[in-house]
């Protein structure tokens, strides 16, 4: 089968590889061993993503769960997560919407208690997260909330793990 480049639309190759998720608009995620159509022309990787709506939730459980203090890219997309805009995620939060777009952008740090609360938000009202909700909430005290580390996310077909 012939694939085409996204990019240059010469044909391309399809291969298996490690792909740095940066569409997730997260710095750290990576698509272990995912089919990637791969242009031999321009140098362009397109992933072929089976389950968008799965690797989402991956993605969205794995900063929930992350053992430290959440980076502004995190927040995004957590907030996106959600579908939720800046104004009516601000709202849940008790802050306002400038407050939050500074957090987002790491201008300013969120805080812990305000960090916690996004975890608890993400996991009740987020897509298929409540039933790990109280097992995730149970573990809040492990998290190091004085360090904000970005942590590297491996993702595999049905599980994710710290790298
Ligand atoms: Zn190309």
Redesign the pocket.
């Known amino acids: 089968m012939a694939y085409r480049?996204?990019?240059?639309?010469?044909s391309?190759k399809k291969t298996s590889t490690n792909y740095l998720f940066r569409e997730s608009g997260l710095r750290n995620v990576v698509l272990k061993n995912i089919e990637v159509i791969k242009?031999g022309?321009?140098?362009?990787e397109d992933p072929v993503i089976h389950k968008m709506a799965d690797l989402m939730r991956q993605i969205a459980q794995a900063l929930v769960e992350k053992p430290y203090a959440l980076t502004g890219e995190e927040i995004r997309f957590l907030r996106k997560y959600l579908g939720m805009s800046g104004g009516a995620f601000a709202r849940l939060l008790h802050t306002d919407k400038t407050v939050l777009s500074r957090w987002e952008n790491n201008q300013i740090d969120v805080g812990s208690k305000s960090d916690l609360l996004i975890r608890a938000i993400v996991c009740n009202l987020g897509n298929g997260l409540k039933q790990e909700a109280e097992r995730i909430v149970r573990k809040f005290p492990e998290i190091d909330e004085s360090d904000q580390k970005a942590v590297r996310i491996e993702i595999n077909d049905s599980a994710f793990a710290y790298a």
Do not use: T
């Open positions: 480049c996204g990019n240059c639309g010469q391309a242009c022309h321009c140098g362009n």
